[in-house]
Every structure is written in structure tokens, then in C-alpha cells.
């Protein structure tokens, strides 16, 4: 009897030994809070490469970055989703991907590849830009602001929320719109207008929408947030009663929105770099592409996606969009954000 | 009591062999094992990497250390202030629920208990309809044009309402046990009521008083949801700023001086609390809590329960009051009107939390992350009770060693949260997304809380109880299961509670250790309020109103649960 267990127990250390028969690899993928996609899509990935993929949210999108630089000697993922060109240069600096010329990416246009090494692929883009709460403006009989010049003019006093630049990343955004706009130092000048026409600033984008912003549900005092261009579709896909019209909209004027693209890599020291190669071109194919609209607010960067109906009615894009190269945000962002610190909020 | 042994078997002559035998310099590292492993483990070890790995001698430049000492002014001055502010709340209250009895005490008890889980979003969404620029109190006075959020005001009467019920439960706790007849020979030797209280009670307390206004003060100090929130970008303590250098500005050395000032600013308050509180601490016979509980008699005494129920009620429920109604409020129906107050009523939020309405690979229904919730928090409970009462144990009769290790049993809760979730990301790496992390991190923050509730009611216990027993005969398992166990029974409660509610509410830790797909009820609320949409909003509330429901529940079943072999004496 002794014996008959002694075996089993030789045989069972035995086959934990032994080499693991073709059971589905696990990919990591590490990304930011925001990140959402459909159930059936990571499955049909699953599916046809005989994997499990598993997601490791880590914050913000600036969280989620430095936590995957502080690991970057034992990477906790694979493959890293999410960073955006506000942070792009941090990223590739820190040296944390590996290059990788996906095939998918000749569909691509040439205004998202950001990256000419190849680490960073673009995947998705959206606006950064004002929201306006409509029945605010027309029960007033108030004009839309049409600039970022409007916004310092006596009738929008107080009307205004916008988010800290240091804590959030629309914030940073729309600070980097205005810093295009003035140029550096004159967007100083400007937010100091802003200020004295009563601009409110708060943390995050969570209490600017739901707290502060009267368009919301939380019905705030404030008629114009800084928020996305999509958020308009959003307040109609996610009303409680279906809506015929949304109750926001984004102002589109010259450099009031500010172009968000982020990327896709896959992580330096991978142990899987097939797969992770695999899931890359996934993420850049049409059937991710067209399942991200509605799960992030977020445009696909291939081209050809339909889009929901919500999007192509209430959502807006900037037809020109501030820009300004990662490289600068990268050389400038802590002094842009320490100076407009002093003028803002001291 | 049942003290008379009936015959000394095997069992009891081994406890007796190793009562002679075990001296008592070796019973207390025995004591001490677990706890210091599990902290050695789980937090100096990720500590320690993470100030290795990122501090750095060039981060003490002098516009460095300006920062840093403008912030620590700050931090301190409205944690003091906050401390203060919390006890002159607390002490009414805790001697309210401790000496008088009234209808709905429980209830109100078990009330003031759910702010210290609440996830800080809703406690701001809650201060905001009642206070906030459309909030109840300018409906009510339309004139009073007061800004709420953004001001010191708001954080003082968050921190206020967050921690209120530490001071109640730790000084009530300890009031409810006082020996009346302290109080009655001061009042016969001619002392008036005042004077028996400041005179008699007031020294008495000092021990819990302090052990509760160092753990307000510490949670204070460590505060940054409250600040960033409600305070407003205007504002920002150590953590806040420890948060901004390390994750937005990457600024990582700075980030790790900031985190050695909050460390050894915690160590320097628990060492002097450790000081105040040894020299103080009193034996004193154990009475059961019913028998100091009566229903106010003189009329001044009905005026003090009636006014302080009414007070407590009103600070503590309104906010709260404001989820649930928004929970079931029409919220974005006729935009054109809103200026109106909607009165309709839906319970379209509730239903459509069982919806997985985008097909999302993350959506988990209501009823899944309450069961994450509660197993993180039975889990939390278990652990930092078994871990908590060897501590609580061999912190009640100090050594040398003891003075030195209990302060730093009290650096888990002075130590900044976003450092340590770094520390645990380079200590564990892979090992990030096990589920069992999640409970141990809530371990972390509840075992300081755990330990001083446990503490100073070990303390109390008179040695010449446990000495008759243990004369009579009795085992020290039967001298604790009679003795001891009786008196800690409710002080157990307490700490379970406490363990109870931090784990439900706690949000920072939890995000960052657990996997996606299984999220607690805070985690899935921030979720919720991370997408326009007044579907997502009003999910938020119903969630949020979850939470409140099962935490109040929660906390009432505790109280009332029988505990084996707890008679009442």
C-alpha cells in the first residue's frame, strides 16, 4: 500500500517536471483604467491563437506608464496598451519596447505613426475638447464660444471647469491646446485671463463631469467642461431615457481640441513574443478596431470602420486639432505644468 | 464564572509544563513571530526596495526641500486641526452611545460607522448635494452664496465626518467599560458632575483617548482622496504630492524624500504617543457595558441625548441620504427643464447594473463584486484578528522590547500609499495579480487599528483576575477563555468592525492588486463614474447605495453575533 503511494507521488513530481503539454498560453496585457473591449472580440483572439489573455489595469494613463518603466527589468506584461502622445516620449526613452513593423500597419495613415522606430504602433486617437451644456446656452439665449479667445470675455464668467494638468490627462491636454495656441510664455497670459474671469479648477476629470459640469447628471454649476469630443455620443448611448438629441456638444474652433493618439507595444523581454506580435496586429485589425468605439470613446486609427450611429451623430472630431511633437511635450511638460501651477493656482 | 477545575488532565498539566517552562523572555518573540513576519513581508520589504531602488542624494536640493517643508506645514496644520475638530465631535458622541440607552441606537451606532468605508467620490457627491453650489442647503436658503468644495472648511468636515466614528468607537468602547463606581465615590465625596468627569473620567480615558487621536491624526496626515476631491488642486499634503511627483511627473527621488519625511513624521508621533500612553495606563475592574447604560433622566440629561441624536443624524445621514434619492431619481429626462425638481422615481439604475449592456469583457454583476467585497473583507477580519491579538497581547505588558516596536506597528498607516503600491509592483512582481494580495494589503492597514483596539482593553484587565483563576487551577487557555475572552469581547467587535469596514471601502490598494475581472463594489463604482453618461452616474449611486446597505448590515450583524463562550458577567 505504502509502496503503491510512494509511486504516485514519484509519478506526480514527475509529471510537474515535465515539459507542459500545448495548453493555451497566457499573454499579458497591461493598460490604463480606461481600457474596455467586448467579451466575444478577446475571445475570437483567444480562439484562434489557443491563448488566455489577461489585463493588468495600473491608473491613468500616466500611472500605468511609470509602473511599467519601474518594471522594465521584469516586465509584468507583454504587450503594454494605452500610451499616449502626451507621454510618448517618456515611454520611448525609458527604452521599454521592442520594435515591431506590424504588417497592419500600411493601412494606417501616416498621421498617427508617431513613432518611426516602431516601438509605439498607433491604435486609437481621440479629441480633447470643451463640452458645452446646450439647454444652458439656449435657455439664456447665450452665443456658443467659437475660440479659446471667447472664453476670457465677461458674458462666460465663472461658466468654465477645466482639470488640474499635474493630475489628469484631459487637463494636460487642453493646457498643451492653449500652450500651441498663445505659444510659450503667452499661454501664461492667458490662463491668467481665464482666471480672472473665474475659472474653476479641479483634480480630475471624474469631478469637472459629474460634480462641476451642469450638462452631466450630476448637474453642476458650470456649462462648459473640458471632457471629449465623444462624450456627446456617450450621453446619448448611456442616456437612461433614449434620447433624441444629446445634451452636450463639443466646441470646434481653432486649436480648441487637442489630439490624443495612443499606442500599442510589446514589451521589452517578453517571453512571448510571438503571441504578443499576434495581438498587436489584433489590436490594429478590424474587428478590434470596430469594437473600440463604443467600449472606450475612442476613434479607430484604421481607416474604413463604420461607426456607431451615436458617433456619426453626436460625436465631433476637430478638423484641426492642436499638435505639438512628443519630443517638446516631452522636454517641456513639468515646466509647463510648474509655471501654470504659479499662475493658476498660487 | 466558571472557574473550578473538575479534574487536571493531560491537556492542562502540558499548558501548566509550559507555563513553568516558557520564560517570559521567549514568550513574547513568540507573540511577536507572526505579526513582525507578516510585516517584515509585506510592508518593510517593498518598502525598503522601492526607497532603495529611487532615492537619491541629488533630490535634496534647496527648492526640493522647500517643497517638501511648505507641504509638511500644511499637511501637519490641518491634520492637527482636523484631529481636534474630530474629537470635539467624537467625545459627546462616544459618551452618548456608552452611558445612554434610546431607541434606534444600534441603528445610529452602526450609521456613524459607514462614512470611514465610503469611497471618497460619493462622500463628495453626497457633500455636494447637500452643500454644493445646487445643493439642498442653497435650496433652502437661496441666498447664502458660500463656495463649499475647493476650501479648507470642506476638508476639515470630511476628515470630521470620515473618522468621527474611530473616536466613538474606540473612547466609547473604553467609557462603556469604566467602573461606575470610580465616578459615584468622587461624586460622594462631594465632587459635582463636572468635576467627577474632568477629575475621575477624564484621566482615566487618556489611554484610549490618545490611541484614537493618534489614529485620527495619522489617517488625517496620510489623507489625499479628501484633498484632491474636495480640497481642490489648491491644496496638497504629502501624499497628494507623493502621488504628483511619482506617477504624473515621474519625479521618482523627490517622491522618495517626500515618502521618508511622511515615514519618519508617523514614526516621531507614534513614539510620542507610546511615551504618553504607557505612563498612564490603569487596571481597573471590567463592567459589562449594559451595566452602565441607562435611559436619560433629568431633564438636561434629555436635552444633551435629544440634541446630540438629532446633530449626529443630521451630519451623519443627509449626505448619505443624497445616493440612495439619486439612485432612484430621474436624472437626464427633460433637459430643457431641469431647472424644475424632478420628482420621478425609477428603479431603472438597479436593474440595469445586471445588464451587460456593452458586452464588456470587465462587467461584473452587483451581486459578484458584493461577494468580492465581503470574501476580501471576512478575510481581512480573520487574518488581522490572528494577527492583531498575539501583537495587542504583548503590547499590553511592555518591555523594552515592546517600547520599541510599537510605533513602528503604527507605520502601515503613516506610510504613503502610492509609495508602497510601487514597493509591492518591484517586490512581487507576476506575482501582482494573485488574489490573495488583495486581502493582505487590507491586513496592513487594519492591523494598527485592530492592535489598538485590542490593546488598551488587554490592558485593563486586573492581573489578580487572571491570578485567582489561574490559582484556582485553571489552564491559561481556560484562564483566557473566562477571564480574558469575556472582557475582549466587545473590544473584538470593535476591531473586527473596523477591519470590516476598511477593507469594504478601501480603494487605492485594491485597484492596484486586483485583477479586472474581479473587482469590489468601490472599484466597479469609479468605473462606473470614469464614462459619461447618466446610466453610468446613476449606476455609480445604486452602487454606492449597495455598498451603504450591505456595511450597515454588515456592521449590525457583527454586533449582534453571539461569540462562542461569550458570557456575560
Redesign the interface.
Known amino acids: 500500500m505504502k509502496r503503491i503511494l510512494y509511486i504516485s507521488l514519484f509519478v506526480f513530481l514527475l509529471s510537474a517536471c515535465a515539459p507542459k503539454p500545448s495548453g493555451p498560453q497566457t499573454l499579458t496585457v497591461m493598460t490604463h483604467d480606461s481600457f474596455a473591449v467586448s467579451e466575444n472580440v478577446v475571445q475570437a483572439f483567444e480562439q484562434a491563437n489557443n491563448a488566455k489573455v489577461t489585463f493588468i489595469k495600473s491608473g491613468d494613463t500616466g500611472a500605468a506608464l511609470n509602473k511599467a518603466i519601474l518594471t522594465k527589468d521584469a516586465p509584468l506584461a507583454d504587450v503594454f496598451y494605452g500610451v499616449d502622445n502626451t507621454f510618448l516620449s517618456r515611454a520611448l526613452d525609458a527604452d521599454i519596447y521592442e520594435p515591431y513593423d506590424s504588417p497592419a500597419l500600411k493601412n494606417i495613415p501616416a498621421e498617427f505613426q508617431l513613432d518611426p522606430s516602431r516601438r509605439a504602433l498607433p491604435v486609437d486617437y481621440g479629441d480633447v475638447c470643451i463640452n458645452y451644456d446646450k439647454a444652458y446656452f439656449a435657455s439664456r439665449n447665450l452665443p456658443i464660444p467659437q475660440s479659446l479667445e471667447d472664453l476670457t470675455k465677461p458674458e462666460y464668467k465663472g461658466l468654465l471647469v477645466v482639470e488640474n494638468p499635474a493630475t489628469s490627462s484631459p487637463g494636460l491636454a487642453f493646457l498643451l491646446a492653449t500652450v500651441k495656441h498663445f505659444g510659450d510664455p503667452n499661454y501664461l497670459g492667458y490662463w491668467k485671463d481665464l482666471r480672472a474671469n473665474g475659472l474653476v479648477v479641479v483634480d480630475g476629470w471624474e469631478t469637472a463631469y459629474y460634480t462641476n459640469f451642469s450638462g452631466s447628471s450630476g448637474k453642476g454649476p458650470q456649462p462648459m467642461v473640458v471632457s471629449y469630443g465623444t462624450s456627446p455620443a456617450a450621453e446619448v448611448m448611456f442616456a437612461q431615457t433614449p434620447l433624441s438629441d444629446s445634451p452636450t456638444a463639443s466646441i470646434i474652433g481653432p486649436d480648441t481640441c487637442f489630439r490624443q493618439i495612443e499606442f500599442v507595444g510589446i514589451l521589452k523581454g517578453t517571453q512571448r513574443r510571438a503571441l504578443a506580435e499576434k495581438f498587436v496586429d489584433f489590436a490594429l485589425g478590424a474587428q478590434f478596431q470596430a469594437d473600440m468605439p463604443a467600449q472606450m470613446f475612442v476613434y479607430p486609427v484604421a481607416p474604413n470602420i463604420t461607426l456607431p450611429d451615436a458617433f456619426v451623430k453626436y460625436s465631433q472630431t476637430a478638423p484641426q486639432p492642436a499638435a505639438i511633437s512628443p519630443a517638446d511635450i516631452a522636454a517641456n511638460r513639468d515646466a509647463w505644468i510648474q509655471n501654470w501651477t504659479d499662475a493658476v493656482l498660487r | 464564572m466558571t472557574l473550578f477545575p473538575r479534574h487536571v488532565d493531560a491537556k492542562t498539566r502540558r499548558h501548566n509544563f509550559l507555563r513553568a517552562f516558557a520564560p517570559a523572555w521567549l514568550k513574547c518573540p513568540l507573540l511577536w513571530f507572526l505579526p513582525l513576519l507578516f510585516l517584515g513581508v509585506f510592508f518593510f520589504l517593498p518598502l525598503f526596495k522601492i526607497l532603495a531602488f529611487t532615492f537619491d542624494l541629488s533630490a535634496l536640493t534647496t527648492s526640493n526641500l522647500q517643497l517638501a517643508f511648505r507641504v509638511l506645514l500644511f499637511t501637519f496644520y490641518q491634520a492637527l486641526l482636523s484631529t481636534f475638530l474630530t474629537l470635539l465631535a467624537g467625545l459627546p458622541s462616544a459618551y452618548l452611545f456608552a452611558r445612554y440607552d434610546f431607541r434606534g441606537k444600534s441603528l445610529l451606532r452602526a450609521l456613524t460607522a459607514v462614512p470611514f468605508m465610503l469611497p471618497t467620490?460619493v462622500v463628495?457627491?453626497g457633500f455636494?448635494a447637500l452643500l454644493?453650489?445646487?445643493g439642498w442647503v442653497s435650496v433652502i436658503f437661496p441666498l447664502s452664496s458660500f463656495q463649499f468644495?475647493?476650501t479648507l472648511g470642506a476638508i476639515l468636515l470630511a476628515h470630521i465626518f470620515y473618522n468621527t466614528t474611530i473616536v466613538i468607537r474606540i473612547v466609547g468602547n473604553a467609557l462603556s467599560r469604566f467602573d461606575p463606581k470610580l465616578e459615584q465615590a468622587a461624586r460622594s465625596l462631594g465632587a459635582d458632575s463636572r468635576r467627577a468627569w474632568w477629575n475621575v473620567t477624564l484621566p482615566l480615558l487618556r489611554p484610549p483617548l490618545l490611541a484614537a487621536a493618534l489614529l485620527v491624526f495619522l489617517f488625517d496626515f496620510t489623507s489625499f482622496g479628501v484633498i484632491?476631491?474636495l480640497g481642490?488642486?489648491?491644496f496638497a499634503t504629502l501624499e497628494v504630492e507623493i502621488?504628483?511627483q511619482?506617477?504624473?511627473?515621474?519625479?521618482?527621488p523627490l517622491a522618495a524624500l517626500l515618502s521618508l519625511i511622511q515615514l519618519l513624521s508617523t514614526l516621531a508621533f507614534s513614539a510620542l504617543y507610546t511615551r504618553l500612553v504607557t505612563r498612564t495606563t490603569v487596571q481597573s475592574a471590567p463592567r459589562s457595558a449594559e451595566s452602565n447604560v441607562r435611559k436619560a433622566g433629568s431633564l438636561r440629561e434629555k436635552i444633551f441625548v435629544a440634541s446630540f441624536i438629532f446633530l449626529l443624524s443630521s451630519f451623519f445621514i443627509l449626505p448619505m441620504l443624497a445616493l440612495p434619492l439619486r439612485s432612484i431619481s430621474?436624472?437626464?429626462?427633460n433637459?430643457?427643464d431641469?431647472?424644475q425638481i424632478q420628482t420621478g422615481f425609477?428603479p431603472?439604475?438597479y436593474t440595469e447594473l445586471f445588464i451587460?449592456r456593452?458586452?464588456?469583457?470587465?462587467?461584473v454583476p452587483p451581486v459578484r463584486a458584493a461577494f468580492n467585497s465581503l470574501g476580501y473583507a471576512g478575510a481581512t477580519v480573520l487574518l488581522s484578528l490572528l494577527l492583531g491579538f498575539p501583537a495587542a497581547s504583548a503590547l499590553a505588558k511592555p518591555g523594552r522590547l515592546e517600547k520599541i516596536l510599537d510605533p513602528i506597528l503604527m507605520l502601515p498607516l503613516g506610510a504613503s500609499a502610492v509609495t508602497l503600491g510601487?514597493g509591492f509592483?518591484?517586490a512581487f512582481?507576476?506575482l501582482?495579480?494573485s488574489p490573495f494580495l488583495v486581502p493582505l494589503a487590507h491586513t496592513l492597514i487594519a492591523l494598527p487599528f485592530v492592535i489598538r483596539t485590542l490593546q488598551s482593553s488587554i490592558a485593563s484587565i486586573p492581573d489578580r483576575l487572571r491570578q485567582a483563576a489561574a490559582s484556582l487551577g485553571a489552564s491559561p487557555f481556560r484562564v483566557w477563555q473566562t477571564v480574558d475572552w469575556p472582557i475582549l469581547r466587545r473590544a473584538t467587535l470593535s476591531a473586527s468592525i473596523f477591519a470590516f469596514t476598511i477593507s469594504l471601502g478601501e480603494f487605492g490598494a485594491t485597484?492596484?492588486l486586483s485583477?479586472?475581472e474581479y473587482p469590489t463594489i468601490p472599484v466597479a463604482i469609479?468605473?462606473f463614474?470614469?464614462?459619461?453618461?447618466?446610466?453610468?452616474?446613476?449606476q455609480a449611486m445604486a452602487m454606492a447605495t449597495l455598498l451603504m446597505a450591505l456595511t450597515t448590515v454588515g456592521i449590525l450583524l457583527i454586533e449582534k453575533l453571539r461569540l462562542p463562550g461569550a458570557g456575560e458577567f
Open positions: 467620490v463628495a457627491a455636494n454644493g453650489p445646487r468644495t475647493g484632491l476631491l481642490g488642486p489648491r502621488y504628483i511619482a506617477l504624473q511627473l515621474f519625479n521618482l430621474r436624472l437626464d429626462a433637459r430643457a431641469r431647472a425609477i431603472d439604475y451587460n456593452r458586452d464588456s469583457i470587465f462587467y510601487l509592483i518591484i512582481g507576476r501582482l495579480t485597484a492596484l485583477r479586472p469609479y468605473r463614474l470614469s464614462q459619461p453618461g447618466g446610466l453610468n452616474y446613476g
